[in-house]
């Protein structure tokens, strides 16, 4: 059994010094340390021995199974030592070779002129405020001066959700939310999106962008609001843009009138974007009905305001000359990749 010995042990450490593979030194620990492995074969024929001669020989095959288990153990050591250098040279990076550049997002062309919107009106100290998108009847129509008559209260072009709960069709509600809730001096926009029962075309859509404006102080006249408007038409479009006021009419304001800028992408001398007229209307505009601050518990006969009202769709697609308005909200990678 010694010379059995000696020879599974030559035969071992010579087979165990060619294995390069963490699953092949598995097997040989299984085939011969396992249950049923060779050394523990020999353990189990130690019964036909001589009484007097399992001792030694007890010893003698523990030693073996020692030796191989620390053999097995330094060559695990070497060959994860070898695999964990391998990996790192494949794995190796020039910490020195320029980086790729990530693909970066932007501002969609909304949001781009909302913020410059909100910066212009803010350094006139115009305060940002937000309103519910959906409103009931009184603060998106009666508060107004829109009577229960009027077409604008028709199904047909307001969105209602319950009986007296509608989705707002113009932010002028934040309006009315804000005179009572504040006193004069009052100088408030409010940016939102509104909702109205239009067809989808290139000029119209059921969900657009507003701004409202709202200017509520003593001695409040309409040249404040032609001052305040003409600075904003400037400083979105540039100083050489022409600006006019027309008559016009809103249950809200009175007088009321409609604001047209010169058509930059003629320069007023007509095009196909300003249908030949030189001229592209950006907003409506009025001074504060007496009727909307009594309403609000504003004294008329003391304080006196205006209103005027944005739309930053229109906006957005005069400023970039865009022809579609459908183009703000379909997403299209290639369109946005522009801004």
């Not at 509104?194 to 657009?208: I, K, L, M």
């Not at 979105?236 to 058509?263: A, L, M, N, Q, W």
């Amino acid at each position: 059994m010694k010379e059995q010995l000696n020879a599974l042990r030559e035969r071992a450490l010579a087979e165990l010094a060619d294995l390069e593979q963490p699953k092949e030194l598995e097997e040989f620990r299984v085939r011969l340390l396992g249950k049923k492995g060779e050394v523990t074969a020999l353990l189990r024929g130690m019964g036909a021995l001589p009484a007097e001669d399992r001792p030694a020989m007890g010893q003698l095959i523990n030693q073996l199974r020692n030796e191989l288990e620390n053999a097995l153990d330094a060559k695990e050591q070497e060959i994860t030592s070898r695999l964990k250098e391998q990996r790192l040279l494949a794995e190796r990076l020039d910490v020195t070779l320029p980086g790729k550049a990530a693909d970066e997002g932007g501002l969609h062309p909304l949001n781009i002129v909302l913020a410059d919107l909100i910066d212009i009106f803010q350094s006139m100290g115009f305060d940002v405020v937000d309103g519910p998108e959906v409103e009931t009847e009184h603060y998106c129509f009666e508060a107004l001066n829109v009577p229960k008559d009027h077409p604008a209260r028709d199904m047909q072009d307001t969105f209602y959700l319950a009986e007296n709960l509608l989705l707002r069709t113009q932010t002028s509600a934040a309006q009315i939310r804000t005179m009572e809730q504040r006193k004069p001096p009052i100088r408030m926009i409010c940016p939102g999106r509104v909702f109205r029962a239009d067809e989808v075309d290139a000029t119209h859509s059921p969900v657009f962008h507003q701004v409202e404006g709202l200017v509520v102080d003593k001695g409040i006249t309409m040249c404040d609001l032609k001052g305040v408007l003409e600075q904003f038409a400037h400083e979105i479009y540039g100083s050489d843009t022409k600006v006019r006021f027309r008559p016009s009419f809103f249950p809200f304001t009175e007088p009321s009138v409609e604001v047209d800028v010169s058509c930059s992408a003629c320069g007023g001398k007509g095009c196909r974007v300003c249908k030949g007229n030189g001229w592209i209307e950006i907003l409506g505009a009025g001074m504060v009905h007496p009727r909307v601050l009594a309403g609000c518990g504003i004294d008329p006969e003391v304080y006196s305001g205006f209103a005027f009202g944005i739309g930053l769709d229109r906006l957005t697609t005069t400023r970039y000359k865009i022809s579609d308005i459908r183009l703000l909200f379909e997403n299209d990678k290639r369109f946005l990749d522009q801004f």
